[in-house]
């Protein structure tokens, strides 16, 4: 089985790990950079090249693809599924994904717990959209944001108005949500792999902040899921068509709320807390999904190993 992991930097934790495990499982991997991919689109015809020389054979691509990157880097994992390249996120999931207010619509749409959210174009609607979200404190993202970046709180309701005006003269993108006090600066993330949540963590903001972002000075901890949330995460990572997600809620008073769905997750903060080999279960999912047997397999795993059945 021929395997490509479509990375920026082959020497980051989460890249290194997947690479480790397909290793050890015998199968030929190869780290591209998604902007050195460039393609060939004809009738019938679908070509890939990677610095002068052609990309033919892959089976399977794994997408670790960020977000400042999403368009382009969406196009060459398209040219692969073109090409007969099994993906388990593929590109239009990933943009659902992606797209906050698409996923918040889709995931609404299908019963799934959310923070309440609004969005708006118009300036002249802006205190209406305020009135339709209720009281502050609000949660003022960025649609296309990542690792907490573009997430603002927003405590009076003056603050909220000069916050929207800002970013609209920024012509940018964003959402307000509510914001839910009982869940006290922490969320939950839910590892989906195939069927089966393989790992979940809690991460708790530091003191003054309100984002757990990990890269933000966040803690976490396991945790043990409740039925509801493990049917939460396996429903919106379904919704999105992700088989691979990183899902994150927040326990609230009316149960699960879904705040995010993260196609490229991190796993460096979760098999440290956890132990848990998930990049074994990313790639022994892999190889059930695309029928392709195993080579070989090297050393095991010195990580606990969980895997979807």
């Known amino acids: 089985m021929k395997l490509a992991i479509l990375s920026r930097n082959a020497k980051l934790y989460s890249t290194q790990r997947l690479v480790q495990a397909a290793r050890e499982r015998g199968l030929t991997v190869r780290v591209l950079d998604p902007l ?21 054979g892959f089976d399977v691509v ?6 400042s990157i999403t368009r382009y880097g969406t196009a060459v994992l398209r040219q692969f599924e073109m090409m007969g390249a099994y993906t388990p996120n593929c590109s239009d999931a990933i943009l659902r994904a992606r ?14 717990g959310l923070p309440t959210t609004v969005f708006g174009d118009n300036p002249d609607d802006t ?21 907490g970046a573009g997430v603002i709180l927003a405590e009076q309701l003056s603050a909220s108005r000069s916050v929207i005006e800002a970013l609209r003269g920024l012509y940018a993108n964003f959402l307000v949500q509510e914001f839910i006090p009982e869940a006290k600066g922490a969320d939950i993330r839910c590892f989906v792999v195939g069927d089966k949540v393989v790992a979940a963590m809690k991460r708790q903001a530091p ?19 409740t039925v509801a949330e493990q049917e939460t995460a ?9 088989g691979v997600a990183g899902v994150d809620l927040l326990r609230s008073r009316k149960g699960p709320l879904v705040l995010e769905v993260n196609s490229s997750p991190g796993l460096e903060g979760i098999e440290g807390v956890t132990g848990i080999d998930i990049a074994g279960a990313i790639i022994e999912h892999l190889l059930r999904c695309a029928n392709i047997p195993a080579g070989k397999k090297g050393g095991k795993s010195k990580r606990k190993l969980l895997l979807s059945n």
């Open 207 to 225: 003191a003054g902040e309100f984002r757990s972002n990990l890269h933000r000075g966040g803690a976490a901890d396991r945790v043990e899921l």
């Open 127 to 147: 205190q209406d959209l305020l009135d339709l979200m209720g009281e502050p404190p609000h949660i003022i993202k960025l649609n296309e944001g990542s690792q």
């Open 234 to 242: 396996l429903k919106a990572a379904a919704v999105m068509g992700l």
């Open 62 to 67: 794994i997408p670790r693809i960020g977000a």
């Open 36 to 56: 050195r991919c460039y393609m060939k689109i004809a009738p019938g015809e679908f070509q890939l090249n990677y610095q002068g020389k052609s990309l033919k």
């Open 99 to 112: 797209d906050k207010l698409r996923c918040h619509q889709l995931l609404a749409a299908q019963g799934i």
